[in-house]
């Protein structure tokens, strides 16, 4: 597990020097507990930003976190930012960055929120950045470019949020690390390129998980309790079951799909997504990004992450123990819940969403994955399994043929198709470096171009 702090750690004030929290010390990597300490639960908030009254003293203010939102006119960062808007006795704004299309939007968040930085990615958008902010009366400093986008991930602050789209977020995840920020990371892309360079980079506490199915996946494992010694994943946990709604096709056929168009694509039942990520749900190529994901965070071997499809989407993952019981995380769909519990941990932030209805009957149902009709998932186990330079390709040729297909350059059932051709192609290497992670990136770029025909 390289994110979260264990169970019987001391803890120090979370704000106390830009985030540092405790460290696991003596504890193997795999072996850290993913449950706060019983001083942390025992000592909670009392839902006014105050802790509250206990044996050793009276109410104490809770500190303000500062928070830099990589992504921030996207879906989780406008999310994020409702969240810290409701809770300005927890949390503050210290910088936002977004790729450039929308600077009315980007302007206007740092006027609300008070941001004294900005980035911007595309340079080209920064004349009219600069003028947004002026006519919203915002004073922030302006960062221009990728390289901007980075500097702001290791600008002085708590945490960083990385809500990037897609491959650009592994240098700002890589800088906040670097830097040694606590990222809060919803731009799994960048965790799946990158895994062996950001495991090196991570120190206990600093990664926390934003995806819902890896934030669940985190508190259920809280429950086990302290680990103690020894490899305590691999001896109480058997399997990890991540959850799907399975998309805008389930239950449909392989053949069923052949004529799906972008706008069926794009009418996701359950969450409001950006275009990519939304196609990938379609296409289930986001729940292999997934299961990466979680065999990287957690350190499962890929036989022990199960896919099950429920579309209710109230169950967010579950993990199965050794000695059958299975602990679930449950709460309607609303990405607010794990975003508040990655900026405030290891305390969670009073009614960041709203909870299960328990005075109306639910029906919540589970079924197997169907592999034929969806065979990105398998494809990703092959790939995660292959390891080294093989995700990065997966996840960057995937990106191409989403985009073919939205242009209506490549039918739906073409987008896996074309990224099982790449992977097929290309040849592992150690992902030893940023810069052989992003050489194989571009060969995967190109060839899924020519195979698409641009």
């Known amino acids: 597990m390289i994110g979260v702090p264990g169970a019987g750690e001391p803890r120090r004030d979370p704000a106390a020097a830009h985030g540092r929290h405790p460290s696991a010390a003596g504890r193997s990597d ?17 839902g006014h930003g105050a802790r509250r009254v206990g044996q050793n003293g009276p109410v104490q203010p809770h500190p303000t976190r500062s928070v830099v939102v990589l992504g921030s006119t996207g879906s989780i960062g406008t999310q994020a930012l409702d969240v810290i808007a409701r809770n300005p006795q927890r949390f503050r704004v210290a910088g936002l960055a977004a790729g450039g299309r929308r ?18 990615a595309d340079t080209a958008a920064v004349p009219a950045l600069r003028e947004a902010l002026a006519a919203h009366r915002s004073t922030a400093r302006i960062l221009a470019g990728p390289d901007g986008v980075a500097e702001l991930a290791a600008w002085p602050c708590d945490v960083v949020l990385n809500g990037i789209d897609g491959a650009l977020g592994l240098a700002s995840t890589l800088a906040a690390l670097e830097a040694g920020r606590t990222l809060a990371l919803a731009n799994k892309e960048s965790l799946i390129m990158g895994g ?7 120190k206990p506490g600093r990664l926390l998980p934003v995806d819902s199915e890896h934030s669940a996946l985190a508190q259920c494992l809280w429950a086990e309790g302290p680990p103690g010694e020894g490899e305590w994943i691999g001896r109480s946990v058997r ?5 799907a709604s399975g998309g805008p096709f389930r239950g449909r056929s392989r053949a069923e799909m052949a004529d799906v168009t972008p706008e069926q694509a794009m009418a996701h039942p359950t969450w409001s997504m950006g275009p990519v990520v939304t196609v990938n749900s379609a296409t289930l190529v986001n729940k292999g990004l997934e299961v990466i994901e979680a065999h990287l965070l957690f350190d499962i071997e890929f036989d022990r992450i199960t896919v099950m499809v429920h ?38 932030v009073p009614q960041a969403a709203r909870p299960v209805d328990w005075t109306t009957a ?17 494809l990703a186990r092959r790939v995660g399994m292959a390891g080294g330079t093989a995700p990065a390709v997966y996840n960057a040729a995937n990106e191409v043929c989403v985009e073919a297909f939205r242009k209506g350059r490549l039918p739906f059932l073409g987008i896996v198709d074309t990224v099982a051709k790449v992977v097929d192609q290309h040849d592992p290497t150690p992902a030893e470096s940023i810069e052989e992670i992003l050489d194989a990136d571009a060969w995967a770029r190109a060839r899924a171009a020519e195979l698409v025909g641009r």
């Open 239 to 243: 399997r990890l079951v991540v959850t």
């Open 311 to 348: 579309p209710q989407s109230v169950v967010h993952s579950m993990v199965e123990f050794m000695d059958g019981s299975v602990i679930a995380q449950a709460s309607p769909p609303d990405m607010r819940l794990p975003i508040a519990l990655a900026l405030g941990w290891p305390e969670r």
């Open 196 to 202: 062996p360079l950001v495991k090196r980079l991570v």
């Open 362 to 378: 639910h029906t919540w149902t589970f079924e197997p994955l169907d592999d034929e009709a969806f065979p990105s998932v398998a």
């Open 30 to 46: 795999r072996a850290r507990s993913v449950r706060p300490s019983a001083r942390a639960s025992s000592a909670g908030w009392d």
């Open 103 to 120: 600077v009315d939007l980007l302007a206007r968040q740092a006027a609300e929120s008070g941001a004294e930085v900005v980035a911007v």
